[in-house]
């Protein structure tokens, strides 16, 4: 069986040093806000070219606390993908916004700048762009826009880390921005675990008081906050993990390249389209297919695992029912929910297994 995904390399490979950081932890005696999460804020900065990085317990923490570093309220709207994982929009609902969904660029899978445009008024405050599967949103037309219109931008960078738009990471173009280390992630911890990323200091100072129940100061708060710190343990394993993530990102790379060598003639399907301004990190494999149903099962036939992401678009869950969306109303979403087939991608997969999983395709199609 060929899996959808595996953590054998990025996690097993380095089993010794993941284990001998938990050890470390456990002998400290400091299990929250020490020297790990210090050294892993730090370490995440440097890498990425940001000035400030703050450790919080979930990629959807670090959505809510930027909202709210931003004072977005109720009486806000909030510019969002209508194709994304439906925790985008939570932490809108969170902060009691307005969710206002636009349609991606059929080609990208991303956010579409001239649909952002279209969609802004007197009550926008703010542009959340999605770095759908591993490749950047146009961060220069979307920047461009919030100039012009005066909005803050809040990236969603749980699939890129790494990822870059004209030579500069995501993740570092918006005033506050948010990254999940979710295990599934290109860099992923052993649970739970997520970061707010920022070039202005009060929006860091802002994050680490909110996540520590409003204070700087043991027993004096001076917000009300929460409780939501990336604990020492997952920060130390993310601390080993970090030093591996360009090499494991060069090797999503060299598979998603034999991928597409391997289909590119295929015309029954669209293999991942990448815009040249960008570098696509492949957190997913994503093709297009009008026979989705028919090879998943033919493939899962064939020992071969895939995924789908996502089968239902957010404004057409339950959860969202009072928003009044119908289906039709974001064709270019569900269009894409029913048509996207993620293939096995993961550091660790080999180029006989890649090739394997494309003969099985394609012996489909045939």
């Known amino acids: 069986m060929i899996p959808f995904n595996s953590f054998k390399k990025h996690t097993l490979f380095h089993k010794k040093e993941i284990l001998d950081s938990i050890e470390k932890v456990f002998d400290s005696q400091w299990y929250v806000l020490g020297n790990e999460v210090e050294n892993f804020e730090s370490s995440y900065s440097n890498l990425t070219k940001v000035k400030n990085t703050v450790g919080v317990a979930s990629g959807l923490d670090a959505l809510v606390i930027a909202l709210k570093a931003l004072n977005v309220g109720p009486s806000d709207e909030v510019i969002v993908p209508s194709n994304t994982y439906i925790a985008t929009w939570l932490a809108i609902s969170a902060v009691g916004a307005k969710i206002i969904p636009v349609e991606p660029d059929i080609n990208t899978f991303n956010i579409c700048p001239i649909s952002i445009e279209k969609a802004i008024t007197k009550k926008t405050k703010v542009i959340m762009p999605v770095h759908l599967y591993g490749q950047s949103c146009d961060m220069d037309a979307i920047m461009k826009i919030a100039k012009k219109y005066n909005l803050f931008v809040v990236e969603d960078n749980a699939q890129s880390q790494l990822g870059t738009w004209n030579g500069k990471y995501t993740g570092s173009f918006g005033d506050i921005n948010a990254t999940s280390f979710y295990p599934t992630k290109n860099l992923g911890a052993i649970g739970e675990a997520g970061a707010i990323t920022t070039n202005t200091e009060s929006y860091k100072i802002f994050a680490k008081t909110y996540r520590n129940y409003g204070s700087n100061e043991k027993y004096v708060n001076i917000i009300k906050g929460v409780n939501s710190r990336i604990d020492e343990l997952q920060a130390g394993i993310l601390n080993v993990k970090l030093k591996y993530l360009k090499e494991f990102t060069n090797e999503r790379k060299e598979i998603a390249a034999r991928y597409n060598n391997n289909l590119k003639d295929l015309r029954e399907i669209n293999i ?74 993961y550091p660790g997969l080999t180029f006989e297994e890649v090739d394997l999983v494309c003969d099985r395709i394609k012996k489909f199609y045939r």
């Open 272 to 345: 991942p389209y990448v815009s040249p301004e960008a570098d696509h990190v492949y957190h997913l494999y994503v093709i297009k297919t009008s026979k989705r149903e028919e090879l998943i099962k033919f493939l899962l036939e064939n020992n071969i695992q895939t995924g789908i992401h996502y089968p239902i678009p957010p404004h057409l869950q339950k959860a969202y029912s009072e928003l009044g969306f119908k289906k039709g109303d974001f064709p270019i979403a569900e269009n894409m929910s029913k048509i996207c087939l993620s293939l096995p991608l």
